[in-house]
T-cell receptor, first 113, second 114 residues
Framework: AQSVAQPEDQVNVAEGNPLTVKCTYSVSGNPYLFWYVQYPNRGLQFLLKYITGDNLVKGSYGFEAEFNKSQTSFHLKKPSALVSDSALYFC???????????FGAGTRLTVKP | NAGVTQTPKFRVLKTGQSMTLLCAQDMNHEYMYWYRQDPGMGLRLIHYSVGEGTTAKGEVPDGYNVSRLKKQNFLLGLESAAPSQTSVYFCATRQAGRVTGELFFGEGSRLTVL
C-alpha cells in the first residue's frame, strides 16, 4: 500500500527567503505524486504533480517540486516566500493501480514579514 | 459553475443520532471520494465511488455508509454518531480515465458529535 510522510509539522521562514517543505513516499512501482495547499476553512487546492519525465516540476503560485527516486522524496520548494504562502501543505501519492490517493499529515508553513 | 458543493457546512450531533452529508458536483466527474481530516493525521479516505451505483471502502470505512444513486451526488451517512467521528469531512472528485489526474475538493463539512 502507498504511504506518505511529511517529517515536519511546522516550517517557519522569513518573507523573501527560500522555502522547502519535505515529503517522502512509499509505493510499489512508479508513483504519481501531488502537492496540495489548504487555506483556513477551505478545501484543498491542487498545486502541482509529478507523473513522469523531468524531475523538477513547476506549479501554481511560483512553487516547484523535485522528484528524487533514489531518496523516494518529493520536496516542495519556492525561491522567495510570501506572507500569503502561509497555509497547510499536503503531499499525496497514488500508485498506478489504485483509485485512491494517500495523503501525508500536512505541514503548516508560516511566512513572517 | 459551482464545482464541488458540500452541505451542510456545520453540524452538531448528539451521540447516537444519525445524519447525512451531501456532496454535489457539476464537473461531470466519474470518481467521487469522502475523506475525513483530523489534526496530525492528514486526510484519510472513508469511501469512494468510481461511478453511479458503485461504492467501495477506503482506509477508515467503519461507522459510515455511502450511496451514489446519481452521478452528480455522493452521500455520506452516519447511522449512529460517536464522538470519534468529530472531524472535518471533505468530498473530492476526479475524472475517469485519468489516473494521473488531480482531485477537486469541496470546502468541507465540520461535524461535532457531543
Amino acid at each position: 500500500a502507498q504511504s506518505v510522510a511529511q517529517p515536519e509539522d511546522q516550517v517557519n521562514v522569513a518573507e523573501g527567503n527560500p522555502l522547502t517543505v519535505k515529503c517522502t513516499y512509499s509505493v510499489s512501482g512508479n508513483p504519481y505524486l501531488f502537492w496540495y495547499v489548504q487555506y483556513p476553512n477551505r478545501g484543498l487546492q491542487f498545486l502541482l504533480k509529478y507523473i513522469t519525465g523531468d524531475n523538477l516540476v513547476k506549479g501554481s503560485y511560483g512553487f516547484e517540486a523535485e522528484f528524487n527516486k533514489s531518496q523516494t522524496s518529493f520536496h516542495l520548494k519556492k525561491p522567495s516566500a510570501l506572507v500569503s504562502d502561509s497555509a497547510l501543505y499536503f503531499c499525496a501519492v497514488r500508485d498506478r493501480n489504485n483509485n485512491d490517493m494517500r495523503f501525508g499529515a500536512g505541514t503548516r508553513l508560516t511566512v513572517k514579514p | 459553475n459551482a464545482g464541488v458543493t458540500q452541505t451542510p457546512k456545520f453540524r452538531v450531533l448528539k451521540t447516537g443520532q444519525s445524519m447525512t452529508l451531501l456532496c454535489a458536483q457539476d464537473m461531470n466527474h466519474e470518481y467521487m471520494y469522502w475523506y475525513r481530516q483530523d489534526p496530525g493525521m492528514g486526510l484519510r479516505l472513508i469511501h469512494y465511488s468510481v461511478g453511479e451505483g458503485t461504492t467501495a471502502k477506503g482506509e477508515v470505512p467503519d461507522g459510515y455508509n455511502v450511496s451514489r444513486l446519481k452521478k452528480q451526488n455522493f452521500l455520506l451517512g452516519l447511522e449512529s454518531a460517536a464522538p470519534s467521528q468529530t472531524s472535518v469531512y471533505f468530498c473530492a472528485t476526479r475524472q475517469a480515465g485519468r489516473v494521473t489526474g488531480e482531485l477537486f475538493f469541496g470546502e468541507g463539512s465540520r461535524l461535532t458529535v457531543l
